[in-house]
């Protein structure tokens, strides 16, 4: 499927293999779209409302909406993938099978990680302190808490530290999570019935000891593949086990949807939780799927669809809004988004003014559509080249000079 798929990165990545100076400037980045002359920013867009919403992003981890199959969902999973009282669509993403946090930095930069070749799979090591426009530097910047909340221990990867570098002020892993959450009885199964709800926990806490306006960034793990063993409880979801046995009899998408259906029950009893403790303070919720799990191939060989090039690249992104008002929010069908832009939309569906990077990059939505990285726009290439000459993104690492 990657070879012919035509958004290119199995191409771009290849020619990262041959390309000598590409392994010899390790340390260096280079973008594939990146054009010779500079595009204006536009000027900063005010915002739209006095209340500055706090805002939670969760990031799902391998969900993606069973009906892109043609595979039926109950009320209480369409709840989460289609509020209908929310926003939502497909998301477009980077990524199939793995590499989530090329996801998160996508969505939390503003740019593709497949921009970056043979880098986008190690941009949180070789990226960290050179990405100086991002979403939490925005809201940061509008007087904001930044908060991560990762469902892996503080050691994964170099999350820390790159989290640290793109504005997140406090990062907590399931190592630092207070009692009663235990660790090592959450990673048995690494359920969202247990992360979600301490996350919502510290947030509520966060919240009360600090009236500013919140940021949180949640990370999940829970339907993260492999599929063929049970991790919800035996005499629990098994409503919806029969159901997705009767929709589709393959053991492993019956394991993805009843694990979806306790994420999706779970997520409805704590923004009930979200809106009692907090009767009048504006919250907006965005969820999305950072990509489809390998499961998805056999899928679509039992049901026998082919589909289109871009469908092992669909997610699903919905919008959620408490207390906040119809005139600034409208539930329904959204656009088909590239996940480059779901942060740039969160902060307009919040009503929050846009500087002029964040405004340049909304301007865009009309010319990439559901695509970025794949956009031919030479509007797009000439906004990255403009981000490098303002030294808000650094290809080349600063070395201190030698003593």
């Avoid at 293999?17 to 500079?38: G, H, K, T, Y």
């Avoid at 799979?121 to 991002?134: E, V």
Wanted: aromatic share 12%; charged share 20%; proline share 6%.
């Amino acid at each position: 499927m990657a070879l012919i798929q035509r958004r290119g990165f199995y191409s771009t990545f290849m020619a990262s293999l041959v390309d000598r100076v590409c392994w010899q400037q390790f340390s260096e980045l280079a973008l594939s779209d990146i054009a010779n002359e500079p595009l204006p920013l536009k000027e900063a867009t005010p915002a739209r409302s006095d209340d500055c919403p706090d805002i939670i992003i969760i990031q799902h981890e391998s969900v993606f909406d069973p009906r892109i199959f043609g595979l039926p969902v109950e009320p209480i999973v369409e709840g989460l993938l289609s509020p209908a009282d929310g926003q939502y669509g497909r998301l477009n993403v980077d990524i199939f099978g793995g590499g989530s946090w090329q996801s998160e930095f996508s969505l939390l930069t503003g740019l593709s990680s497949a921009s970056f070749g043979s880098s986008a799979y190690y941009l949180f090591k070789k990226g960290a302190g050179r990405f100086h426009s991002s979403l939490p530097h925005s809201l940061a910047s509008l007087g904001y808490r930044t908060t991560l909340i990762s469902s892996c221990r503080r050691g994964f990867l170099n999350y820390n530290r790159f989290y640290s570098s793109i504005g997140i002020h406090e990062r907590i892993f399931i190592d630092d999570l207070p009692p009663p959450f235990d660790a090592r009885r959450f990673e048995a199964t690494n359920s969202d019935a247990v992360f979600l709800e301490a996350v919502i926990d510290a947030h509520t806490k966060r919240v009360t000891d600090n009236p500013a306006p919140h940021f949180l960034y949640a990370l999940t793990n829970f339907n993260h593949g492999p599929h063929d063993r049970q991790l919800a409880p035996t005499g629990q979801f098994e409503k919806e086990r029969a159901f997705a046995t009767a929709s589709l009899p393959d053991a492993g998408y019956v394991e993805y949807y009843t694990r979806l259906a306790e994420t999706a029950s779970t997520w409805k009893k704590l923004k009930c939780k979200l809106a009692t403790q907090f009767p009048g303070r504006p919250i907006l919720i965005v969820h999305y799927g950072d990509h489809q799990p390998v499961l998805t191939r056999r899928i679509a060989r039992r049901l026998k669809r082919r589909g289109d090039a871009q469908q092992a690249f669909g997610t699903f992104y919905a919008i959620e809004a408490l207390n906040i008002s119809p005139k600034q929010f409208s539930a329904g069908r959204g656009a088909d988004l590239d996940i480059a832009f779901l942060g740039t939309v969160a902060l307009q569906r919040a009503g929050l003014p846009l500087d002029p990077v964040f405004s340049t990059r909304a301007s865009l939505l009309d010319d990439c559509r559901e695509a970025y990285f794949s956009s031919a726009s030479e509007r797009k290439r000439r906004f990255h080249r403009t981000l490098v000459d303002l030294g808000l993104i650094d290809l080349v690492p600063n070395v201190p000079p030698a003593r």
